[in-house]
């Protein structure tokens, strides 16, 4: 199947500081990709859905001025997290939608730990 | 999309059949199942999908019934890297629709 990245695997950043998360789908490209998140013993929740070249939509209840998303190539979405908190600390996971592929299927990066200290 | 319901949790030997039943009766004409599995720590890694037809693939067998309204998952001969949790999802295959994810079936492999 394709093949998503994500970047970095695990970090940690101090209360108050931004990070980003990178996004990248490897061997396709993605107009589209989504963003969720995912506290333990949960199931993964849709923050964001990410266009190529356009403002992303965001779920209800989730804050676009808090999780930025910018989707500027075909191949890659980033999201950051401004001012985190530590209760932002959660998996991070980013998606891509393989328009090519049968099934318009959609598939997953390795997700991403956040820890904020 | 049309809701799911799966058994909160299975066992299975290793060695034999894992058979992950689905529930979706409100389901569409024009929605797919889609199914993925999580592995501890790690991204969802899609499984199969299928309309109306049974599908298969290289992981497993997806037996659709002929009303569409439940489905089932099949690991052929699971072993223990299977263990994990399952999620049916049902979703239109075409423009931008997203996966919306349930609780899934945590699937226990026991040696």
């Known amino acids: 199947g394709a093949v998503v990245s994500q970047h970095p695997s695990w970090v940690i950043c101090k209360s108050g500081t931004s990070v980003k998360i990178e996004c990248r789908s490897l061997?396709?490209?993605?107009?589209?990709m989504f963003w969720y998140r995912q506290f333990p013993k949960q199931s993964l929740m849709l923050m964001a859905t990410?266009?190529?070249?356009?403002?992303?939509?965001?779920e209800q209840g989730v804050e676009k001025d808090k999780f930025l998303i910018n989707h500027a190539s075909l191949t890659l979405s980033t999201l950051t997290v401004t001012s985190a908190h530590p209760e932002d600390s959660s998996f991070y996971i980013c998606?891509?939608?393989?328009?090519?592929?049968?099934?318009?299927?959609?598939?997953f990066g390795e997700g991403s730990w956040l820890t904020v200290v | 999309d049309a809701k799911t319901t799966q058994p909160p949790s299975m066992d299975c030997a290793e060695g034999r059949a894992a058979n992950l039943p689905c529930n979706h009766s409100?389901?569409?004409?024009?929605?797919?199942v889609y199914w993925y599995r999580q592995i501890h720590s790690q991204g969802p890694q899609y499984i199969i999908h299928?309309?109306?037809n049974n599908e298969t693939n290289e992981m497993a067998s997806l037996i659709i019934t002929e009303d569409r309204k439940s489905s089932t998952l099949i690991l052929p001969h699971a072993t223990l890297r299977d263990t994990a949790v399952y999620y049916c999802?049902?979703?239109?295959?075409?423009?931008?629709?997203?996966?919306?994810f349930g609780t899934g079936t945590r699937l226990t492999i026991i040696p």
């Open positions: 998606s891509a939608r393989d328009g090519g592929a049968v099934g318009n299927t959609i598939y």
């Open positions: 061997d396709f490209q993605a107009t589209t």
């Open positions: 999802i049902v979703r239109v295959n075409f423009g931008n629709e997203k996966l919306t």
């Open positions: 409100t389901i569409s004409g024009n929605e797919y």
């Open positions: 990410s266009n190529e070249g356009s403002k992303a939509t965001y």
């Open positions: 299928g309309l109306k």
